[in-house]
């Protein structure tokens, strides 16, 4: 069965600073990885997909993340953090043979100024 | 916006009540989800259909039944309500419910049990 560790619960970074949230993946077959963000009191927005295109995926808001087979990681990135990027984010995998999504438990980030 | 629209935003019950939570997926997709969102248990996925067919389930309650219409849109029933079932359910949906495909998120319903 698949399964992600999302590592930090809490991550806090200063305004313009590098966001690094980490996910690992538990799949024997390499799956489908994304990553959804969730602001307060709002529904789970998709920030990027994995699909086995390319192993280094550019999302919406800046964010990007990168597949490695090799650590079964598919960490999440910004290069400069934003007051407005402070939400909870979630890594999900889908197996290649199911259809729905298995998520972390979340890292919240916030973001000092 | 999603456009996976949920019913009702908001919703306060007592113990061992029974309430229905309604979904309408984005125009297009076949294939709805519901999800759980709590503290202690986080995202946890509960059922999948695909135009009207059960197709996946997961940790879903015996108390809990779900369905999906012909006209696609979905319901979400929730029954003997403990408070521990107090949480955000999501509704979700995709195109064709296979792997692979995104699945976007509505707004949820806030379930609070009393």
């Known amino acids: 069965a698949q399964s992600v560790t999302q590592l930090g619960s809490h991550v806090s970074v200063s305004e313009g600073a590098l966001v690094l949230l980490r996910c690992n993946y538990s799949?024997?077959?390499?799956?489908?990885l994304f990553w959804y963000v969730q602001y307060p009191n709002q529904g789970l927005q998709l920030l990027l997909k994995?699909?086995?295109?390319?192993?280094l995926v550019k999302g919406i808001n800046g964010f990007e993340a990168e597949f490695k087979k090799s650590e079964t990681s598919f960490h999440l990135t910004k290069p400069s953090a934003h007051m407005s990027d402070a939400a909870e984010y979630f890594c999900?995998?889908?197996?290649?043979?199911?259809?729905?999504?298995?998520f972390g438990k979340g890292t919240k980030l916030s973001v000092k100024p | 916006d999603s456009g996976v629209t949920q019913t009702p935003k908001h919703l306060i019950t007592a113990t061992g009540q029974r309430v229905t939570l309604r979904c309408s997926p984005r125009?297009?997709?076949?294939?709805v989800y519901w999800y759980q969102q709590s503290l202690d248990q986080g995202l946890q996925f509960l059922i999948q259909?695909?135009?009207?067919?059960?197709?996946a389930k997961g940790n879903i309650l015996e108390r809990f039944s779900a369905q999906q219409f012909p006209d696609l849109h979905s319901e979400l029933n929730l029954s003997s309500l403990e408070l521990g079932d107090s949480a955000l359910y999501f509704c979700?949906?995709?195109?064709?419910?296979?792997?692979?495909?995104?699945?976007?998120f509505g707004e949820g319903s806030w379930l609070t049990v009393v």
């Open positions: 979700a949906s995709s195109v064709s419910g296979v792997a692979g495909n995104t699945i976007y």
């Open positions: 799949s024997s077959v390499p799956p489908y």
């Open positions: 994995y699909t086995s295109a390319a192993t």
């Open positions: 999900a995998v889908m197996g290649r043979s199911q259809g729905n999504l298995i």
């Open positions: 125009s297009g997709d076949l294939s």
């Open positions: 259909y695909y135009n009207g067919e059960e197709r």
